[in-house]
Structure formats: C-alpha cells, structure tokens
C-alpha cells in the first residue's frame, strides 16, 4: 500500500453507494457485488484499483496502474454484461505547469461523454478535473481529495468535493466539504466538520451513484 492510500485509509471514508449492485478491488481485480450478494470478478487484474460503477449500472469505470510503475494509472472501462474491457484515457494531466500521471476516482457523466478525475500531485491532496473525452481537452475544476457526482436532491448533477485546505495541530487535517458547479464555480458550503462522505451527503440534502 502506497502512502496515498494509506493517508485515504486515514482521512477519507468513502462516499456510500445507494441500495443496488456494488463494485469493489481485491487483490487487484474489480469485483461487482449483485443485489443478491453473488460476487463477479470483471477484470483479471492484478493492478486494477478504484472502480466506480456508472448511474446505468451498465459499465464500470476504473483505475489501472503500469506494470512498472504504480504511480503512473490509466482509465478503463469494463462492461459488466459481456467484460469487454476499453481503455479511457490514457497520458499526462497538466497540473501548475507540471504532467502528473497518477489518477485517481474516475467517474463519468451519464452521457459518459466527460470524464472527471483526480490528480494526485501530494500524499494528502489532489485536484479535480474534467476530461473531454472525445477532444481530450483538460479542465480544472477544484482542489479535491475526493468527490462524487450527486444524484438526486436539490443538488443534483453538481459535485460534492472534499477538500482538506490546511493541517491542524489538533486533528491533523482539516476538512470542508463544498458543492460544486462542474465548471469549478463554489455553489455553496456544506460542513466543515470532520465527517465521513454520506454524512456530508446527507447534510446537504442529497444523494451520490
């Protein structure tokens, strides 16, 4: 386990997934869960990490590392009917002037026509951008450790990001939780309080995929 993992193992409890099948890794394959609890492997792995499954539940996007260097991933998709495996994106984001090929938390839109991302330029931080996927234009949309596409709720189809802006001798880091525009607009704040993902979900009256 890398010290970014390890510092989101700490820090970040991921964002729940509403009543339904489920993705997860192990061992470094993408599993998906059905309803009836029956687990399915979708990909052979064993460097796959980070799945999401899209709002459909038709397709699973996700993280793949290069054989020779773990901080370098690549996007792909796996469909979860026939496990035909795509590749999404591939390359460097620029990040200040400088590419960055560790990616992490890839989800897409319901057209799956943009992908968003996390770059991750420190241990502790990252920055969110959105991905043209028929261009491959690159936008910027906030500082980020972790977000999610809201789905229902009055914010729905905005981005709920955590941001943890500063450290503090108390408690370490800092959280604030924000929704967001995807043009990287601040909606509005939500809490500043040490809470995991569905709580600040919750706070703001929504719903996550």
Same mark, same amino acid.
């Given at each position: 386990?890398?010290?970014?993992?390890?510092?989101?193992?700490?820090?970040?409890?991921?964002?729940?997934?509403?009543?339904?099948?489920?993705?997860?890794?192990?061992?470094?394959?993408?599993?998906?869960? &059905?309803?009836?609890? =029956?687990?399915? +492997?979708?990909?052979?792995?064993?460097?796959? #990490?980070? !799945?999401?499954?899209? @709002?459909?539940?038709?397709?699973?996007?996700?993280?793949?590392?290069?054989?020779?260097?773990?901080?370098?991933?690549?996007?792909?998709?796996?469909?979860?009917?026939?496990?035909?495996?795509?590749?999404?994106?591939?390359?460097?984001?620029?990040?200040?002037?400088?590419?960055?090929?560790?990616?992490?938390?890839?989800?897409?839109?319901?057209?799956?026509?943009?992908?968003?991302?996390?770059?991750?330029?420190?241990?502790?931080?990252?920055?969110?951008?959105?991905?043209?996927?028929?261009?491959? &234009?690159?936008?910027? =949309?906030?500082? +980020?450790?972790?977000?999610?596409?809201?789905? #229902?709720? !009055?914010?729905?189809? @905005?981005?709920?990001?955590?941001?943890?802006?500063?450290?503090?001798?108390?408690?370490?880091?800092?959280?604030?939780?924000?929704?967001?525009?995807?043009?990287?607009?601040?909606?509005?704040?939500?809490?500043?309080?040490?809470?995991?993902?569905?709580?600040?979900?919750?706070?703001?009256?929504?719903?996550?995929?």
């Amino acid at each position: 386990m890398n010290a970014w993992h390890f510092a989101c193992l700490l820090l970040v409890t991921p964002l729940c997934l509403t009543a339904g099948p489920s993705v997860f890794e192990k061992d470094g394959r993408i599993w998906l869960r &059905a309803e009836s609890g =029956v687990d399915m +492997a979708l990909t052979a792995g064993p460097r796959d #990490s980070e !799945p999401w499954l899209t @709002l459909d539940r038709k397709t699973v996007v996700f993280c793949r590392a290069d054989p020779a260097d773990q901080f370098n991933t690549s996007v792909y998709s796996v469909d979860v009917g026939s496990h035909g495996l795509r590749l999404v994106f591939s390359g460097a984001i620029t990040y200040n002037g400088q590419p960055y090929r560790y990616l992490g938390r890839p989800q897409m839109d319901p057209g799956a026509k943009t992908l968003l991302v996390i770059v991750r330029h420190s241990v502790t931080n990252g920055a969110l951008f959105s991905i043209d996927l028929a261009t491959g &234009a690159q936008r910027y =949309v906030a500082e +980020a450790a972790d977000f999610e596409v809201i789905r #229902s709720g !009055p914010d729905a189809h @905005l981005l709920l990001l955590n941001q943890r802006m500063w450290p503090t001798e108390r408690d370490g880091y800092r959280y604030e939780w924000w929704i967001y525009s995807r043009d990287g607009q601040r909606v509005h704040f939500v809490t500043a309080e040490r809470v995991a993902g569905d709580v600040a979900l919750r706070l703001a009256g929504s719903e996550a995929n």
